[in-house]
């Protein structure tokens, strides 16, 4: 199974932006859909945005709407995960997952994931 890899975490001021990134190990992301998600320290893994990426639909939660943005390079090796307007309640460890066939009960939910990084931090902090 291809690992999956992020990159672009790091520290930022509140109103700050970051572009996170997910690969496949320089192979093309064969899967139906990559999710993003984050875990703060104590609290459960909650589900960010998910692009599908044969339908290029995509689904946000109500927390980063408006803020965050997903979209894909055109050969389909990297997911971005493009962070406006940072809050400090958008700290936390954020993966990338894939789903290689469809969606189940919901698209956020991480038991619907097959294979997942192991993330990258992110600090918003003044």
């Known amino acids: 199974q291809v690992q999956l890899v992020e990159a672009g975490g790091g520290l930022v001021q509140p109103g700050g932006s970051l572009r996170l990134s997910c690969a496949a190990a320089?192979?093309?992301?064969?899967?139906?859909?990559i999710g993003w998600f984050r875990q703060a320290p104590g609290q459960k893994r909650e589900g960010v945005s998910v692009?599908?990426?044969?339908?290029?639909?995509?689904v946000y939660a109500d927390s980063v709407k408006g803020r965050f943005t997903i979209s894909r390079d055109n050969a389909k090796t990297t997911v971005y995960l493009q962070m406006n307007n940072l809050k400090p309640e958008d700290t936390g460890t954020y993966y990338c997952a894939g789903l290689r066939l469809g969606y189940g009960v919901h698209p956020l939910l991480p038991e619907e994931y097959d294979s997942w990084g192991l993330g990258t931090q992110v600090t918003v902090s003044s």
């Open positions: 692009l599908a990426l044969t339908v290029d639909t995509t």
């Open positions: 320089g192979s093309r992301l064969d899967y139906y859909a």
